[in-house]
């Protein structure tokens, strides 16, 4: 079975500072994908960004990029230029490539992001 | 309408209602999901459903009952819920079932009194 933790329950940072949020996970899996997700105050759910195991380049989309040391087992998020709408629960999420096979998402327990103006 | 979505918004019912929950999704995908979302726990997958067909179900109980008439459209019938079932229920789908990120409705606030 699959594990994803995330160490942070709550962090606070000013308008347009740079916050990096931790993830790890515990798998034997070797194909597999990890994700962030951002859920706001209104409870959507959406994809901010996602690394496919095989690919050693980090994943970037805009002001959001991650650190994926796949050894170590980490995949943490980077946010550059932080604004007060990425405030919101961030979930780091894990699923394996079941090729065929029938799977889910399997989530940590999130960080709550607090940006300050 | 586009992505996933979800009707109702809120829903409040008494332990002996039958109430079902709706999601439609307008990606074209093939495969779609039920998660509950409890407070102070992770996000818990329920049912997986692949071309209408149900693959995966993760020891839910049987008062939540799935029913997947097409692609396009997840449904959750619920009877004799339990106050602890009270829980954001989130609808997912993704283009294949085996890999591949997920797309969340807005979800479903139960309230079981």
């Known amino acids: 079975a699959q594990t994803v933790t995330q160490s942070q329950p709550e962090m606070s940072v000013q308008e347009a500072e740079t916050v990096t949020l931790s993830c790890t996970y515990d798998?034997?899996?070797?194909?597999?994908?990890l994700f962030w997700y951002k859920q706001p105050p209104s409870r959507q759910m959406i994809l901010v960004i996602r690394q496919e195991a095989y690919k050693q380049q980090n994943a970037t989309e805009n002001r959001f990029s991650v650190n994926f040391q796949k050894a170590a087992k980490s995949f943490s998020l980077k946010i550059s230029d932080s604004q007060l709408g990425d405030t919101a629960m961030y979930f780091c999420a894990f699923r394996v490539y079941s090729g065929g096979g029938a799977d889910g998402l399997t989530f940590g327990k999130g960080t709550h992001l607090i940006i300050q103006p | 309408e586009t992505g996933v979505t979800q009707t109702p918004r809120h829903l409040v019912m008494g332990m002996t209602n039958k109430k079902s929950l709706k999601c439609e999704q307008h990606?074209?995908?093939?495969?779609m999901y039920w998660y509950k979302q409890s407070a102070k726990k992770p996000l818990e997958l329920m049912f997986v459903?692949?071309?209408?067909?149900?693959?995966e179900n993760n020891s839910v109980p049987s008062r939540f009952s799935p029913e997947c008439p097409n692609s396009s459209h997840l449904f959750l019938h619920l009877h004799t819920l339990q106050p602890e079932d009270s829980a954001l229920y989130l609808c997912a789908s993704s283009q294949e079932v085996s890999w591949g990120e997920q797309y969340f409705g807005p979800g479903t606030r139960l309230t079981v009194t």
């Open positions: 459903y692949s071309l209408e067909e149900r693959v």
């Open positions: 990606l074209g995908h093939n495969a």
């Open positions: 798998t034997s899996e070797n194909n597999y994908y």
